[in-house]
């Protein structure tokens, strides 16, 4: 939470209006004492709405809150994994953690769109040189994503032919072979952009068209690229019910997948965002129809 376009800082705001109590606190607080598990939250004040300003610390348990948003940006490593245990153990029946934790701990946002086979495209997760430099011979031009990372961070473009050293390139991604990276079919649609398509409890949200930023194949907001009004396609619409479907039937309640092409390239899950970009290129209060749904269901 630390600049103005955060979308947890934005449902916050929205859910106030909603005479919803809200409490935020620093993952790093949540810990484990004997058998407790407790958090140093601190209460959002209606009045003068600003998180970052500190107000009295409280120790709370997490079996307190009826509804726990579990937002914490990437890398998704122990540091995303540990607290997230300790907010299980410490929560009962009565409090929600969003999204499904079952989901959060068993899917992976870079190849969780497997999931829809017709709209995925051709790609390899793997820590084997062999496997890895095979694909991109086949494929000739490929890009590798780190599983764990988001906002571009650790993404290659490979081209076989190209003179340079792929093995050494792989070992460093790969941490000498021994973390699995994701390769990827090259889609050179990326170029004409990529749309991002906001769900919430399965329903399509919203959709807005984002560019790569200037002179890369990558698309990064916070570095520039360009977001816009879009349409979607019939294909591309057709991919929106399969993917309502695949939400609704593992009840993620909040998600936002990125479609280049038909293709389904990422899948975010953990702490969907860009919501205050595109309530300003559409116009519209989309956060307060997700607290809405939130609230209400």
């Known amino acids: 939470m630390d600049h103005k376009n955060d979308t947890t800082l934005r449902l916050i705001e929205e859910s106030l209006k909603f005479k919803v109590h809200s409490y935020w606190c620093d993952v790093k607080s949540i810990c484990l004492v004997n058998t407790k598990v407790q958090c140093e939250v601190y209460k959002v004040n209606a009045n003068n709405f600003n998180p970052i300003n500190k107000t009295k610390v ?6 307190f809150f009826s509804q726990i948003h579990y937002r914490v940006d990437p890398p998704l490593d122990f540091g ?4 997230l245990q300790l907010l299980v153990l410490g929560t ?64 290659e473009l490979y081209e076989w032919g190209v003179k340079e050293n792929i093995k050494s390139r ?35 949200l ?33 991919v929106a019910y399969a993917l309502s479907r695949l939400l609704r039937d593992h009840k993620i309640r909040l998600a936002a997948i990125d479609l280049i092409g038909t293709y389904v390239t990422d ?6 965002g860009l919501i ?21 269901n």
Do not use: C
Request: proline share 5%.
């Open 267 to 272: 899948f975010n899950i953990t702490s969907p």
């Open 58 to 63: 409280q120790l709370l348990e997490p079996s």
């Open 170 to 204: 792989l070992s460093f991604a790969t941490s000498d072979f021994t973390r699995p990276v994701l390769l990827q079919k090259f889609l050179s649609q990326i170029y004409v952009g990529e749309k991002r398509l906001w769900f919430i409890d399965g329903k399509l």
């Open 206 to 238: 919203a959709y807005v068209k984002k560019h790569p930023s200037h002179g890369s194949f990558k698309v990064n907001v916070d570095l520039g690229s360009i977001i816009e009004k879009t349409t979607l396609s019939k294909k591309e619409n057709k």
């Open 80 to 83: 995303y994994t540990h607290p």
């Open 92 to 155: 009962h029946k009565k409090t929600e953690i969003v999204n499904p934790t079952k989901v959060l701990f068993s899917s992976n946002e870079k190849f969780t769109g497997a999931l829809v086979k017709s709209f995925f495209p051709s790609s390899l997760v793997s820590s084997s040189f062999e496997l890895l430099n095979t694909f991109i011979k086949r494929e000739k031009k490929a890009v590798l994503k780190p599983l764990y990372q988001a906002q571009g961070q650790g993404i």
């Open 276 to 296: 205050i970009e595109m309530e300003q290129v559409l116009g519209e209060n989309l956060a307060k129809k997700i607290i809405e749904n939130l609230t209400h």
